[in-house]
C-alpha cells in the first residue's frame, strides 16, 4: 500500500527553524523524506545537521520577517534549489507579555508583524509560485490556544494568533479548490524559548502543569507527526482546521 505520510521528492520551507517548534516540525519533515528550506534569522547549524542525518537536501535562508523585504529572496531562493516548493510551515512567531493597560504600541506592532502580517504575504507568495507549478501545495500555520482563548498579559499574541485562525479558515475556503490546503497547528504548551517565563514563574507553571490532562509539558518532538500529516498526502481532503495538539488541554 502507498504511504500516505512519504513526502519524498517534496521540498518544505520552515520558517523559524533554527530552534524550538521550527527545528522539531523541520527535522520531522526531513525524516518523512522532504527536502527542507530553513528560513530565520540565526544560524541554522543544528538544524542542518538533523536534517542531513536523514539523507534529505538541506538549505538555509537568512531573513528577518518582521518586515516583508525577505519574502520575494525565500520563493527564489527555495525555487533556485532547483525544486518546486510543495509545504509552507509559517512557524516564526514571537511573544511579548505584558498588562493590558500598560502595553505599547511597539509590542503591539512587533508581534503582529511576525505572526500575522508577513505570514499571511509569504503564504500568498508561495501560493501564487505553487498555482504556476500547478501541482497544488500544503500551508500549515503554527497557531497556538490563545487562537481559541483569551490568556493574559499577551494581548498582540492573543490578537495574532486568533486572525491566524481566521486567515487560515479564509486561506482554505479560496484555495481548496485550486489544490492548496491550508491548514494550522495549535501547539499546546511546549518546552522552548516561548514558554521560558512562564516555566521560570514557578506559580504559572505549576498552575499550567496541573491542568494538562496528559500531566507533562509538550516536547517539540511532540509536534512532528501532526506537521508530517497535514503535509502529507493523507490530509489532501482536509482544509481550514486547526489541529491542537496540546495534551488535552482544549479538552478539559
Ligand atoms: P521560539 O522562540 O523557540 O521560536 C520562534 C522562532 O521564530 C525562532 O526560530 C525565531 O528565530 C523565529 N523568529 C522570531 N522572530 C523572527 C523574525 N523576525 N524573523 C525570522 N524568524 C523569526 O519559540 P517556539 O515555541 O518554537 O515558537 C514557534 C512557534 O510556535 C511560534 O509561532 C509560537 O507562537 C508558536 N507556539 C509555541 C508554543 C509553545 O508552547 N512553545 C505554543 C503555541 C504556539
Redesign the pocket.
Known sequence: MKNLFDLTGKTAIV?????????AIAVALAGAGAGIVA????AMDETERLCRDTGVAFRAVQ????SLEPIDRIVAASAEAGNRIDILVN?????RRADAIDFTEKDWDDVMN??LK?TFFLSQAVARRMLVDGHGGKIIN?????SFQGGIRIPS?TAS?SGLAGLTRLLACEWAAKGINVNGI??????????EALRNDPKRSSEILSRIPAGRW?D?GDLGGAAVFLASSAADYVHGIVLPVDGGWLAR
Open positions: 520558517t523559524g527553524a533554527n530552534t524550538g517548534l521550527g527545528q528560513v530565520g534569522r540565526s531573513a528577518d520577517l518582521s512557524n516564526a512567531g514571537i511573544i511576525v505572526n508577513s503554527i497557531a497556538s490556544l490563545l499574541y494568533k495549535a501547539p499546546g504548551y511546549f518546552v522552548t524559548n516561548n514558554t509538550g517539540p
